[in-house]
C-alpha cells in the first residue's frame, strides 16, 4: 500500500531578496567611486609627521611623465580648473577636498599650475606624501 504524501511547498522570502539586491546595488556603487590609478606611473614626494586626508571626490596626478591627470584620465592644463568646478559642483566647505599627487622628481613647471587650478576651482588641496622612513 502506498501512502499519499503532502506536497511540499517552498517559498522564497521576498523581504531576503530585497535585502540581497540592496546589498549588492551598495556595493556596486562603492566600487563605481573608487579611482584606480595604480596603471600610473608616480612617485611619491616625502616629508615626516604626514597625516591623513580622510575620503575625497577628486584627485589629480602629475606623473612621471609629467602628464597630468584628473581622476585617472589624462588632462590638459587649460581644462583642470573649469573640470575641477565641474566636480566639485556646490559641494560645501569641508567636502571639496582635491588629493594633489606629484611625482617626487616633477619640476614646479607643471605642478604650479595644478595648484592655481584646484584654489580656482575653490577646491581644498591635500598634497599626497610618503613618510619619511
Given at each position: 500500500?502506498?501512502?499519499?504524501?503532502?506536497?511540499?511547498?517552498?517559498?522564497?522570502?521576498?523581504?531576503a531578496?530585497?535585502?540581497?539586491?540592496?546589498?549588492?546595488?551598495?556595493?556596486?556603487?562603492?566600487?563605481?567611486?573608487?579611482?584606480d590609478?595604480?596603471?600610473?606611473?608616480?612617485?611619491?614626494?616625502?616629508?615626516?609627521?604626514?597625516?591623513?586626508?580622510?575620503?575625497?571626490?577628486?584627485?589629480?596626478?602629475?606623473?612621471?611623465?609629467?602628464?597630468?591627470?584628473?581622476?585617472?584620465?589624462?588632462?590638459?592644463?587649460?581644462?583642470?580648473?573649469?573640470?575641477?568646478?565641474?566636480?566639485?559642483?556646490?559641494?560645501?566647505?569641508?567636502?571639496?577636498?582635491?588629493?594633489?599627487?606629484?611625482?617626487?622628481d616633477?619640476?614646479?613647471?607643471?605642478?604650479?599650475?595644478?595648484?592655481?587650478?584646484?584654489?580656482?576651482?575653490?577646491?581644498?588641496?591635500?598634497?599626497?606624501?610618503?613618510?619619511?622612513?
Amino acid at each position: 500500500m502506498k501512502i499519499p504524501r503532502k506536497p511540499m511547498k517552498a517559498d522564497v522570502p521576498s523581504t531576503a531578496m530585497g535585502d540581497i539586491a540592496f546589498n549588492l546595488l551598495i556595493f556596486f556603487v562603492i566600487l563605481a567611486r573608487a579611482q584606480d590609478d595604480s596603471h600610473l606611473k608616480w612617485k611619491p614626494a616625502s616629508a615626516a609627521n604626514v597625516q591623513g586626508a580622510g575620503a575625497t571626490k577628486v584627485s589629480v596626478l602629475i606623473d612621471a611623465d609629467s602628464k597630468m591627470h584628473l581622476n585617472g584620465q589624462e588632462i590638459g592644463q587649460s581644462q583642470l580648473a573649469t573640470r575641477l568646478e565641474e566636480l566639485l559642483g556646490n559641494a560645501p566647505a569641508g567636502e571639496r577636498t582635491v588629493l594633489l599627487k606629484v611625482d617626487r622628481d616633477a619640476q614646479s613647471m607643471y605642478f604650479e599650475p595644478a595648484i592655481e587650478a584646484i584654489s580656482e576651482a575653490g577646491g581644498e588641496l591635500v598634497h599626497v606624501l610618503e613618510e619619511k622612513k
